[in-house]
């Protein structure tokens, strides 16, 4: 199977090759935009690869796989839409009770479980909503875009030490919202908590 | 929270269960993408197209190429129309308004003029101590060649309501930090780097069944309920301001076709002005509305009222939630100054690339 890259750069002879990436990822980069701004999520689907065709000159062909490059198009075109993600944030501190419990149906057994994991989404969506808008964006890249810091890094064009203290900072508030331990250092939890999903942090 | 849950794999869980595209969307961008990288299509040629295509979107527009290809399979079959429609006084009352709408001519932006376009806007902010309104205010210049600089205005949020001392207290937690108002500056209104802000709304249908259809696919899913996101989609689209009198009056006629809008309030007033106030009551405890001046079909704006009591911590029945008041005018000048990308930075990668940055 051919790497992202070689599709993209096949692309600048044969422009129609371009829709095989699209095929490829029109899909998750839709699931990021419906999970941060609902039903606008087709139009930045569309529109990013739409910018991303016009742009494909200026794709680093040095990386293979065009995820990060695509989710940072994305994540731009979602800047215009402030308002419906303050909205669908929202939605999930004020919507109904239900509609929490759907969200973590099936993956946490238990009554008690459940309406703690609803508070806690209450909370994290609370401040989430508030957070400083470059800091929500490299945190929903990494948790919701399944990006390691170095692709959140690629996506949002900063250096990976700014990656890390934007992360640091995101998660510092989510743990304050949840009650947590406000004044643990970042990396005093990474080492307690043995997090699987801590990303490689090299370069 | 449970101790088992750390932050991240509880926000994992956030929105997990999102719709997958739908085959239609997927189609329709696909087909844009084809189209764009047609053989015929040379640079001139796009820019020409992109013209063509002048119009605005905030909100579940998809682009003209993506609604070309799919709106006659589409938009002539669906939920408008069979399921009865707004009350009969409500319905009667937006017709007028169309009516209205259709004669009035929209303002003409001479050269070197601009359409200013004022929006004064208050939010709900749902801070982890507690509730309260803000300010989001704007003043956005359209030059009268679009293809010239627009400015974008964009004054700090300042805090407009509290409810009670906890909610002042995460007021002022919140905006202890002084915010400078932002500038941007785009031409053709590509703001931040990204693409030209008038993209598609020349192509949404006018036949008001039509443009309902196409607002219940386009919505699907999302929202308490589908009726109620379709009377969202027409507020937020109708609130930028910008949107051009065959239009507005296709939305009006098409908020009639929606069942369970009526009048809520003949007097509403927002931002100094007087008009209808047409919602639906929501399940969530929540009343979407626009309000319009009935007479002259102007759009005042929108609003966002809270049913009950509960819905939002101790903020009062009644209390309105979120608004936006829309005017328009036409002025000689736009202001000096502003940037691509305002308080995101500068932009990365080529001009138009879609990419901000800051130096953090």
């Known amino acids: ?203 | 929270m449970n101790a088992n849950q750390d932050e991240l794999t509880l926000l994992r869980k956030v929105r997990d269960d999102v719709a997958e595209p739908s085959t239609t969307a997927v189609n329709a961008g696909r087909a844009a993408l084809l189209e764009a990288a047609g053989p015929t299509v040379a640079r001139s040629a796009k820019r020409h197209r992109g013209l063509k295509r002048a119009g605005w979107t905030t909100l579940g527009v998809v682009g003209a190429a993506a609604i070309a290809a799919t709106l006659v399979l589409t938009n002539v079959v669906g939920l408008a129309g069979w399921r009865g429609g707004a009350d009969a006084a409500a319905a009667d009352s937006l017709g007028r308004a169309a009516a209205a709408t259709i004669r009035t001519s929209d303002p003409v932006v001479g050269p070197g003029q601009f359409l200013k376009i004022t929006t004064t806007a208050v939010y709900t902010v749902d801070g982890e101590h507690g509730t309260y309104l803000q300010s989001e205010n704007g003043e956005m210049y359209i030059p009268a060649n679009r293809d010239d600089d627009w400015v974008w205005v964009r004054p700090p949020s300042e805090v407009v309501q509290t409810f009670g001392s906890e909610s002042s207290k995460q007021a002022a937690n919140d905006h202890k930090t002084p915010v400078a108002t932002e500038v941007v500056r785009a031409a053709k209104g590509a703001f931040y780097n990204g693409r030209p802000m008038d993209f598609g709304l020349d192509a949404l249908p006018r036949d008001p069944q039509q443009l309902l259809n196409y607002i219940y696919r386009t919505t699907a899913g999302a929202g308490v309920s589908p009726d109620g996101e379709a009377l969202v989609f027409i507020a937020d689209t109708l609130r930028t301001g910008v949107v051009p009198a065959d239009l507005r009056a296709a939305l009006y006629q098409a908020l009639a076709g929606i069942p369970g809008v009526e009048i809520t309030d003949n007097q509403a007033t927002l931002d100094g002005r007087t008009g209808v106030a047409f919602g639906r009551d929501e399940s969530n405890g929540l009343r979407q509305e626009i309000v319009i001046d009935p007479t002259t079909g102007q759009l005042i704006g929108e609003r966002e009222v809270v049913l009950r009591v509960g819905v939002l911590p101790h903020v009062p029945a009644g209390t309105v939630s979120g608004s936006t008041s829309v005017s328009t005018s036409i002025v000689d000048s736009a202001p000096a100054g502003g940037t691509l990308c305002g308080a995101l930075g500068h932009p990365a990668g080529k001009p138009g690339g879609g990419q901000c940055q800051t130096d953090n």
């Open chain 1, 1 to 203: 199977m051919s790497t992202d890259s070689e599709i993209i750069r096949r692309s600048r002879d044969s422009p129609a090759a371009f829709a095989e990436l699209y095929d490829r990822h029109a899909a998750v980069i839709h699931r990021y935009a419906s999970r941060r701004i609902g039903e606008a999520a087709d139009d930045i689907m569309s529109e990013t690869f739409l910018v991303a065709f016009e742009r494909r000159a200026a794709f680093d062909e040095s990386v293979a796989d065009a995820r990060p490059w695509l989710y940072g198009i994305a994540t731009t075109l979602l800047k215009k839409h402030r308002r419906q993600e303050a909205r669908a944030w929202r939605g999930l501190i004020a919507g109904g009770a239900a509609e929490q419990a759907d969200v973590v149906q099936g993956s946490i057994d238990g009554h008690d479980d459940r309406l703690d994991a609803e508070l806690g989404i209450r909370r994290l969506a609370a401040a989430i909503r508030r957070m400083p808008a470059r800091d929500r964006d490299a945190l929903l890249l990494y948790a919701w875009g399944d990006l390691d810091y170095e692709g959140v890094a690629l996506a949002l064009d900063v250096p990976v030490g700014t990656v890390r203290s934007r992360l640091n900072r995101a998660r510092r508030q989510l743990r304050q919202a949840s009650g947590r331990d406000a004044s643990a250092e970042e990396v005093e939890h990474e080492r307690e908590s043995g997090r699987a999903d801590a990303a490689p942090q090299g370069a």
